[in-house]
């Protein structure tokens, strides 16, 4: 089960950082992504961490997004600063128990495990 949390409504230039509480499987054992979804937008990568720990981010997104993992909560966060208008978005995580270790996760078509989300909603 993943669980998404840390969403609200923040204003422009904000930081925040999100939360995926991982049960039921080992987050070190897995892949973990991060991904959002605007209204009448298509889904899209925001960044990841394979099971070996190496991070990777969308070129859009590198340098605003800070992915971490915490073997021993079981928690991978996203840490999003400067936040703007169009990041308004639900924001999920998701997992993929087969990605090999040291497998690119960015590139991957292979999350199975959802969470149901949480909405940013920055303001201007």
């Known amino acids: 089960q993943l669980v998404e949390s840390g969403g609200g409504l923040v204003q422009s230039g904000d930081s925040l950082r999100l939360t995926c509480a991982v049960s039921?499987?080992?987050?070190?054992?897995?892949?973990i992504g991060w991904f959002r979804q605007a209204p009448g937008k298509q889904r899209e990568s925001l960044s990841c961490v394979n099971s070996n720990g190496d991070t990777y981010y969308s070129h859009s997104e590198k340098g605003r997004f800070t992915i971490a993992r915490d073997d021993a909560k079981g928690m991978v966060y996203l840490d999003v600063k400067n936040l703007k208008p169009e990041d308004t978005a639900v924001y999920s995580c998701?997992?993929?128990?087969?990605?090999?270790?040291?497998?690119?996760?960015?590139?991957?078509?292979?999350?199975?495990?959802w969470g149901q989300g949480t909405q940013v909603t920055v303001s201007s």
């Open positions: 039921g499987f080992r987050v070190e054992l897995s892949a």
């Open positions: 998701a997992a993929d128990l087969l990605l090999p270790p040291g497998n690119d996760c960015i590139n991957n078509n292979g999350y199975y495990y």
